[in-house]
């Protein structure tokens, strides 16, 4: 049975495992699941770019913030990318001014007060699945994940490491498969050569 909802998604648990006595525990192993996910798994869909009005060196991260991909200086016409730098090797100056670098702690920070917005693009956590928000990004392109994630904490908590151990490579196998293919779908195929003439 195809499962893309919430309801479908714990009942295939159930059918895969051929327990019945899990449904107090079974959004634990969701939870568990989707925190794997967060740090695993790294979605085109769940790339989001915002628009950001600094007025100190310091600003919050966005409440899903995950990783960081760009950061950009919105003056003038054409976007100005601002380069990272590790926390300790940052230099502070304390003009206002078009930050050259950032750095990101438990906030991100500037090298300078920006005197205009910035452009943030980072990956987000997952949407988690709940009876309020019975799907996803995950979910709906790649539910073997999900599938497999959960049966591997399931039997965590049976205390079945053999089976643990088998559900934990179906479930890394398909986080390969999957980044693999949101690698592909955002750089596109490796260019073709074609050669004229002989070949030997």
């Known amino acids: 049975m195809p499962f893309t909802t919430y309801a479908e998604l714990k009942q295939a648990i159930v059918n895969f ?11 634990d192993f969701i939870d568990l699941t989707e925190n794997d996910i967060d740090k695993k798994l790294r979605l085109r869909a769940n790339e989001v770019r915002e628009t950001l009005s600094p007025t100190t060196r310091f600003e919050n991260l966005p409440a899903r913030f995950i990783e960081m991909r760009r950061l950009s200086l919105l003056s003038g016409s054409t976007p100005k990318d601002i380069q990272y730098k590790s926390p300790e090797a940052m230099q502070i100056n304390s003009l206002s001014g078009e930050p050259k670098f950032f750095t990101v702690t438990s906030q991100i920070e500037f090298d300078r007060t920006p005197t205009s917005d910035v452009e943030i693009a980072y990956y987000a956590s997952l949407q988690p699945l709940s009876s309020s928000n019975t799907t996803n990004n995950v979910l709906t392109n790649y539910p073997d994940i999900y599938l ?10 049976e205390k079945d490491i053999n089976q643990a151990q088998v559900y934990k490579a179906l479930f890394d196998e398909c986080l390969d498969k999957a980044n693999e293919q949101e690698r592909r779908g955002r750089y596109g195929p490796a260019p073709s050569i074609s050669m004229e003439g002989w070949t030997p």
């Open 148 to 157: 497999y994630g959960c049966l591997m904490h399931l039997s965590i908590w």
């Open 17 to 27: 495992s051929h327990r019945t006595d899990t449904s107090d525990v079974v959004d």
